[in-house]
């Protein structure tokens, strides 16, 4: 109950995994049949809904406060996704070569639906990717550390929240 009181959807993703692995235990034969699954008989925990919309003076708030950020790729980063509603992985995983500038277009080719995806691009989703520094060591819009993309975006967003007092937006 400890994980439960603080992340409870961490929580029920626990509990779906433990559940799933020994299931998949018992069906390869490494728990012998009808052994108790630990994870059954224990209720879901109730879960908040993400669902939450910025009112316009909070988008106010939370440009000026992405505009306070150092890194241009970070400042990038949040002015793209509410350009355009990308997913986190979508956004960091781009490569330049799926920027088309002439199109306005920009192509996801992993989806969560696991199929390629078109999107159109805003004339300020155009600037904002223009502006942005290209490495001659990487093909990532969002190079990381070495030659691999960024992976998360958590530190800035905290920052972020704090300084536009928006404590309970989530990405």
């Not at 020994?22 to 993400?50: D, L, T």
């Not at 505009?67 to 781009?94: H, I, M, N, S, W």
């Amino acid at each position: 109950s400890g994980i439960a009181a603080k992340t409870p959807v961490e929580a029920n993703r626990v509990l779906t995994l433990v559940g799933g692995i020994f299931a998949k235990a018992e069906e390869w034969g490494y728990v012998p049949e009808g052994h108790p699954n630990p994870a059954r008989g224990i209720g879901r925990f109730k879960e908040r809904s993400r669902d939450r919309w910025l009112r316009p003076e909070e988008v106010e708030r939370l440009l000026a406060a992405v505009a306070e950020e150092t890194d241009p790729y970070v400042r990038a980063a949040f002015r793209l996704y509410l350009q355009t509603g990308l997913r986190k992985g979508e956004l960091l995983q781009l490569q330049w070569q799926d920027i088309d500038f002439k199109r306005a277009e920009l192509r996801i080719p992993y989806t969560k639906s696991g199929r390629p995806h078109s999107l159109s691009l805003t004339e300020t989703a155009l600037a904002i990717l223009r502006e942005l520094p290209r490495s001659i060591h990487s093909d990532w819009v969002f190079p990381g550390h070495g030659t691999n993309h960024r992976k998360d975006l958590k530190r800035p967003w905290q920052r972020i929240r704090k300084r536009a007092g928006l404590d309970d937006v989530t990405i």
